[in-house]
């Protein structure tokens, strides 16, 4: 099975009326007995909606006007996720998996532009959520599933640089290392 951690940077919640701005992607997979990281792909987007949040911008800390001079079309850049999920699977009867910490919110973002450029999500119409995985191996309650306190009930898990929060091929990486950790328990 091939799993793909997604993580998205966006300037406000809703697609449609905010962008996607940049997405990272870490494929993951069972090898030797182990689940292990392989390729990851990082892309930014090309702004096509008008609404920019000021909080979730000074989140993300992309430039609006570096990627609208240098980001991808949102086809270019579907194209460009789906040939990387189409390139690194093994397991090419099965589905890739979806996974993000909160993947409601990763998800619709990705399968609304993967609409919005033409393409099928290759991902189906399911994700599989590490908060909610977290839930049923660390046996916590919903609330105590941030990223943070799974770090301080993970300590096997390599932490992340602060440095590099919210860059969406960093926290893809995180989640990849939290999901093969959860994957072991």
Known sequence: MDYFCVDVESSGPIPGLHNLLS????HVRRYQGEYQLFEDLYVELRPVFPEFEDAAMAVN????ARLESEGLSPEAAVGRIVDFVEGQRTGKKDR???VAHNAPFDW???TYYCGHAGRPNPFGHSALDTKA????KLNIPWNQTSLRNIRRLMPEV???DPDKLHHAVEDA????????GLMRR
């Open 108 to 110: 619709m973002f990705f």
């Open 173 to 180: 990486r995180y989640t990849a290392r939290v999901f093969c």
């Open 23 to 26: 997405v990272g992607v870490v």
């Open 158 to 160: 390599e932490p992340m």
């Open 133 to 136: 995985l977290a839930m049923g």
């Open 96 to 98: 890739p998996v979806f």
């Open 61 to 64: 800390k992309l430039d609006i």
